[in-house]
T-cell receptor, first 115, second 110 residues
Framework: DAGVTQSPTHLIKTRGQHVTLRCSPISGHKSVSWYQQVLGQGPQFIFQ???????GRGNFPDRFSARQFPNYSSELNVNALLLGDSALYLC??????????????FGPGTRLTVT | DAKTTQPTSMDCAEGRAANLPCNHSTISGNEYVYWYRQIHSQGPQYIIH???NNETNEMASLIITEDRKSSTLILPHATLRDTAVYYC???????????FGSGTKLNVKP
């Protein structure tokens, strides 16, 4: 079975532009989470979606938004890009949200560079 | 969410057991301990998780103290490919949100 896939692999954008990142979860997984990883730091939680609804949000500005589609794939959108948005953006999928047992499986990430 | 404390880095000789400690003294009774690792610039890889009892799978063993305030991830025979950042995570109450922290950089040396 295919793992979590993300596209594109790498992306270069200019300050002020908008970007859309895409994620396809493992087949059968209904929950998708997004993380931002700045160089030298651990991943930081941005969003979680389950059944097309936002179920959790981290401490990120409103420039960040996401959605989940009926096939459980997801998009992360970032508006008005800043230099500080340069990071590895990770998508993770799991069977369902819950109180612990459902481990998350991560994709390879999208490397975003803002110049 | 319970926070975790891990050493910044550790060294291990190839072929020897690597024992990675984690302190999670504020863990709640229904929170699980998860371990992930991240090899340079790749997505984090799930290793193992547990609640109370010790757990073992094909990758590693997880030893959780009786009071659940700390745990140890054991890689029984470390190889050079095990060089990575290892994250100890306590599963938050908010669905699948994970708080990663800074992790332990494990250097496996020949």
């Amino acid at each position: 079975d295919a793992g979590v896939t993300q596209s594109p692999t790498h992306l270069i954008k200019t300050r002020g532009q908008h970007v859309t990142l895409r994620c396809s979860p493992i087949s059968g997984h209904k929950s998708v989470s997004w993380y931002q990883q700045v160089l030298g730091q651990g991943p930081q939680f941005i969003f979680q979606y389950y059944e097309k609804e936002e179920r959790g949000r981290g401490n990120f500005p409103d420039r960040f938004s996401a959605r989940q589609f009926p096939n459980y794939s997801s998009e992360l959108n970032v508006n008005a890009l800043l230099l500080g948005d340069s990071a590895l953006y990770l998508c993770a999928s799991s069977l369902a949200p819950g109180q612990g047992r459902y481990e998350q499986y991560f994709g390879p990430g999208t490397r975003l560079t803002v110049t | 969410d319970a926070k975790t404390t891990q050493p910044t880095s550790m060294d291990c000789a190839e072929g020897r057991a690597a024992n990675l400690p984690c302190n999670h003294s504020t863990i709640s009774g229904n929170e699980y301990v998860y371990w992930y690792r991240q090899i340079h610039s790749q997505g984090p890889q799930y290793i193992i998780h547990g609640l109370k009892n010790n757990e073992t799978n094909e990758m590693a063993s997880l030893i959780i103290t009786e009071d659940r305030k700390s745990s140890t991830l054991i890689l029984p025979h470390a190889t050079l490919r095990d060089t990575a950042v290892y994250y100890c995570i306590v599963k938050g109450h908010n669905f699948n949100k994970f708080y990663f922290g800074s992790g332990t950089k494990l250097n496996v040396k020949p």
